[in-house]
Each structure stands twice: as structure tokens, then as C-alpha cells.
């Protein structure tokens, strides 16, 4: 569900021209990881695991 929720979001954003505007967050670590591998275009902010390890 949350990976065709970010499809349907990501298309939304193209159709209104805000890419530029948008940061995306989500506490889910696989949906993270679906957004790098298919909209790397897509701002997102860091998982809470990405901070530790940083």
C-alpha cells in the first residue's frame, strides 16, 4: 500500500509542477528505500536508523 500510495503522490507532484517544493517523509524504512530506487528526483528527509548511523 505505501509504495503505490508514494507512485500515486510522485505523479501528483509532476502533474502540478511542485517537485521543487516537496519533501517527503515516512517512518517506514522499506518505503524509503522504494522512493531512492524509483524517484531519486524526490527530496525526502532521513529515517530516524539513517541518523544513528550517520
Given at each position: 500500500m505505501g509504495k503505490e500510495d508514494v507512485d500515486i503522490l510522485y505523479n501528483t507532484i509532476m502533474e502540478?509542477?511542485?517537485?521543487d517544493n516537496v519533501i517527503f517523509?515516512?517512518?517506514?524504512?522499506?518505503?524509503?528505500a522504494y522512493v531512492d530506487e524509483n524517484y531519486p528526483d524526490l527530496a525526502r528527509s532521513t529515517s530516524i536508523p539513517e541518523v544513528f548511523e550517520f
Open positions: 502540478n509542477g511542485i517537485l517523509g515516512t517512518f517506514h524504512k522499506e518505503v524509503s
